[in-house]
Each structure stands twice: as structure tokens, then as C-alpha cells.
């Protein structure tokens, strides 16, 4: 796997190239960068700082993400299928419509997230933070929401969710046993 550097990788995007697949850019800082359409696919990028950045339309299917720092990014229509998310701070991060089929979200702070549209299809969030999230027409068929906190959020349809008495429900409550 190929070492990128920040100034390596914006220097390449801004010259045209959008294919960074299979690449490492760990602990890459990329505050507020322009980066739409980008594709990471299969690529580390394991406790990198990219708040504020735009990944609309980004490709980052398989790739490593725990421990990112994501808070307020633009990841509208991104395709996170099978994406490492553990431990990430996704707080008020826009995901409408965006692809997190299988991901692991374990751990992730989604608080005031916007996943309006977004398929969580099998993806696991275990211990995730949903407090005020919009999950409107979101997609939770088989998503794991054991010990997630979805406290004030918004357009949750949990039939086909799986919850257990650990699951904080959007009124606050949890199921009684």
C-alpha cells in the first residue's frame, strides 16, 4: 500500500486525478478540502482529521476509517459500503442518500447527522450516538442497533432493525423486557 501525504494527494486531485484506491493516508490531515467524487476505495485512513471536508460522491467502499474525525463533512451519496468506522466522530455530517451497507459504525458519534435516504442495510451500529439524527426513508433492514442511542431522532422506522432492552428508542425509553 502506496504512503500518501496530504500535499500529495491534493496536489494529484487538484491535477485531475480522482482514483486513490488501496492507498495510506493515516493520520492524513485534510481540514475543510474540497474532495467530491474521490475514490478511496480499499485505502487507510485510520485517525485522520478531515472535518468540514467534501466527500460528496466519494467512493470508499472497504476502506479503513476508525478513529476519524469526520464532524461536520459533507459525505452526500458516498458510497462507505464495508467501510470501517469504529470509534469515528460523524457529528453533524451530512450522509443523505449515502451507501453504508455493511459498515461498521461501532462506537460512532453520529449526533445531529443528517442520513436521510442512506441505506445502513447489515450495518452494525453497536453503541453508536444517533441523539437528534434525521434517519428519514433511511434504509435499516438488519442494521444493529444494540446499545445505540437514537434519543430525539428524527423519521426512525426500527421494524426491521435489530434492537435489544440496550437500544435507547427516539422517546428516550428503552424496551421493557
Avoid: H, W
Avoid at 481540514?31 to 460528496?56: H, T
Avoid at 467512493?59 to 458510497?79: H, I, K, T
Avoid at 433511511?138 to 431522532?153: E, K, M, R, S, Y
Amino acid at each position: 500500500m502506496q504512503a500518501l501525504t496530504a500535499a500529495l494527494l491534493l496536489a494529484a486531485y487538484r491535477g485531475g486525478k480522482r482514483n486513490f484506491q488501496r492507498v495510506s493516508l493515516r493520520g492524513v490531515d485534510l481540514f475543510d478540502q474540497d474532495l467530491r467524487d474521490i475514490d478511496v476505495s480499499q485505502s487507510d485512513l485510520s485517525a485522520a482529521y478531515l472535518p468540514y471536508v467534501n466527500l460528496g460522491r466519494a467512493r470508499l467502499c472497504q476502506a479503513q476509517l476508525p478513529q476519524v474525525e469526520l464532524s461536520n463533512s459533507q459525505l452526500y451519496g458516498a458510497d462507505l459500503s464495508d467501510t470501517n468506522l469504529t470509534s469515528s466522530n460523524l457529528s453533524y455530517a451530512n450522509l443523505r442518500g449515502a451507501c453504508l451497507r455493511g459498515a461498521d459504525l461501532t462506537g460512532v458519534n453520529l449526533y445531529r447527522a443528517d442520513l436521510a435516504g442512506a441505506d445502513l442495510s447489515e450495518a452494525k451500529l453497536c453503541g453508536a450516538k444517533l441523539v437528534r439524527a434525521n434517519l428519514s426513508k433511511a434504509i435499516l433492514t438488519n442494521t444493529q442497533l444494540q446499545g445505540c442511542d437514537l434519543f430525539q431522532a428524527e423519521g426512525t422506522e426500527l421494524s426491521e432493525a435489530i434492537c435489544d432492552r440496550t437500544t435507547i428508542y427516539p422517546d428516550g425509553y428503552r424496551e421493557i423486557p
